[in-house]
């Protein structure tokens, strides 16, 4: 995906990105090359591929909600930060908070912040259970991207949505998990209520966002870490 195909593509979802922006992205592209040279940050380094895979990927989280009308977002297990750091450049009103429990991510993530001088991003070194005790009822929007079950996605971050608010995972092929998450949402309070089924442009990948809204609070999840990946709410 070259640039040009790039913003012909995020128009057709609605974004228009300008070029300051554009350069921004430029400067994390060549930040993701420079240090996955000494840290495993992904495995797609061709500039095309990142661009599509990574960059245009993350952006299409804004086809199932309006991002402008939204305050506070945190991405769960972020890795290189994908959605949470590409978002934070599209829409830049927002306040993220980016999760991940590999402090060397970390590091790359915070010197990318400070070259792009972003303000009201934070990085936190922690796992996302841990995190959501401590912060229950805090985001608009929790997000998480091929990170894990989606049962288990689900109890790590309901707790720390809001009520009436948004978690929005982004999937590959989902179907069976999907049809393991009823015990889940009833335990959780939550319902899904979008589901949107798509083909990344040019290699017609299949993609899938769920957005689940949390209807109410539930004090016991999450659970311990070691619980949760024994028993899942299946």
Do not use: W
């Amino acid at each position: 995906m070259n640039i040009n195909k790039f913003k012909e593509e995020l128009k057709k979802i609605g974004i228009e990105i300008s070029d300051f922006q554009l350069n921004q992205l430029q400067i994390y592209y060549e930040m993701i090359i420079e240090y996955n040279k000494v840290m495993n940050l992904t495995g797609i380094t061709d500039k095309e591929q990142v661009y599509l895979k990574h960059f245009y990927d993350s952006i299409t989280l804004a086809s199932v909600i309006d991002l402008t009308k939204e305050e506070t977002l945190c991405d769960i297990g972020t890795g290189a930060g994908f959605p949470g750091l590409v978002l934070k450049i599209v829409f830049p009103h927002l306040k993220i908070t980016l999760l991940d429990s590999l402090n060397k991510r970390i590091k790359f993530l915070n010197l990318v912040i400070e070259r792009l001088d972003l303000d009201n991003i934070f990085v936190i070194h922690t796992r996302a259970e841990d995190y959501a005790i401590n912060n229950r009822n805090k985001f608009d929007i929790t997000t998480a991207r091929a990170v894990a079950h989606l049962s288990i996605l689900l109890e790590y971050a309901i707790p720390m949505t809001k009520q009436k608010k948004y978690f929005i995972a982004m999937k590959a092929n989902i179907e069976q998990e999907i049809s393991e998450i009823d015990n889940a949402l009833l335990k959780l309070n939550t319902k899904l209520i979008t589901k949107k089924e798509f083909k990344l442009p040019m290699e017609e990948s299949n993609r899938t966002i769920l957005k689940f809204q949390k209807e109410k609070d539930n004090v016991k999840f999450p659970r311990k870490n070691s619980e949760i990946l024994k028993n899942k709410l299946l």
